[in-house]
């Protein structure tokens, strides 16, 4: 069974930038797509990122593509989300993810895995 930790999340102003680490232990994840969700209050989960085993391919979605990127880096056991230029209406709990194979979807089915997640708030 896989623990996924997230971190780096917090508070910052409309315009600003934080970085999210999502490291495994347990087991490794170097073999498995890796995704990012984000649920805001009284929202259902929705697909923020996704990145292939490895590395090769990232998905977006349009809300976030052109701001974010994702990253991992298999050696670590670890996935990123650089988030740029962050608006009051990414304000949610990020939660990592562990996909079923080397292969992203972009629905919660589609991961077998999560995180407790972390705060993220952008102040207007």
């Known amino acids: 069974q896989v623990q996924l930790v997230e971190s780096g999340g917090g508070l910052v102003q409309t315009g600003g930038s934080l970085r999210l680490s999502c490291t495994a232990s347990?087991?490794?994840?170097?073999?498995?797509?890796m995704g990012w969700f984000r649920q805001a209050p009284g929202k259902d989960r929705e697909f923020v990122a996704a990145?292939?085993?490895?590395?090769?391919?990232?998905y977006y979605s349009d809300s976030v593509k052109g701001r974010f990127t994702i990253s991992r880096d298999n050696a670590e056991n670890t996935v990123y989300l650089q988030m740029n230029n962050l608006k009051p209406e990414d304000t949610a709990v990020y939660y990592c993810?562990?996909?079923?194979?080397?292969?992203?979807?972009?629905?919660?089915?589609?991961?077998?895995?999560w995180g407790q997640g972390t705060q993220v708030t952008v102040s207007s």
């Open positions: 993810a562990q996909g079923y194979n080397a292969w992203p979807g972009t629905r919660t089915a589609d991961f077998r895995s």
């Open positions: 990145i292939s085993q490895s590395g090769g391919r990232t």
């Open positions: 347990g087991r490794t994840v170097s073999s498995y797509a």
